[in-house]
Structure formats: C-alpha cells, structure tokens
C-alpha cells in the first residue's frame, strides 16, 4: 500500500487513478497556478511511491525461478548468497 500526504494507507490502484485526476485537473486548466504546483507536488509524491511497489514486484518477480521439473522456485537474493533454493509446490 501506498500512503497520501495525510498518511492514510492507498492502494497501489488507488493511487494510479489519484495520479489520472490529478493530470485531468491540471491539463484542465480549472487549476490556478498555485493549486496546480501543490497537486504537482502531491503527484510527485504518490510517482515516487507507486514507483516503490513496482521495483518491490519486481525484485520479487526476479526472485523467482522454475526448474527443469517445472517447480516453482525462489531464488536467493544477492544478499542472501550461500542459503538454497526453497522449492515452491
């Protein structure tokens, strides 16, 4: 989950379609300039942790591997060198 500037957990949906409202109110041109620097701002914001649950997915993602039998398998990551695969039924 993803937090707003008011800290209340967002859902990384929710904060897709917050982003989507804040371009159509800005390219709207109903926003003075003040208003459209602050939602600016808030979208950075919400860039910046929607960005954080993507590279997470996707270190998870890389994480995991399938053998020659087809079994799901999660690979170490590089910090954790030296433990074993964990195979996944």
């Known amino acids: 989950m993803t937090k707003t500037a008011k800290d209340k957990p967002v859902k990384f949906e929710e904060a897709i379609a917050q982003l989507e409202g804040i371009i ?3 390219e ?3 926003a ?3 208003e459209s620097l602050t939602e600016y701002e ?3 914001r919400l860039i910046a942790q929607c960005r954080g649950v993507l590279d997470a997915a996707e270190k ?3 994480e995991l591997a399938v053998d020659a039998r087809g079994n799901l398998k999660v690979a170490p990551a590089a910090a ?3 433990e074993t ?3 996944i039924p």
């Open 24 to 26: 159509e109110h800005i």
């Open 28 to 30: 709207s041109g109903q």
């Open 32 to 34: 003075g300039l003040e």
């Open 42 to 44: 808030k979208g950075m």
């Open 60 to 62: 998870k993602i890389a």
């Open 80 to 82: 954790d060198e030296g």
């Open 85 to 87: 695969e964990e195979e």
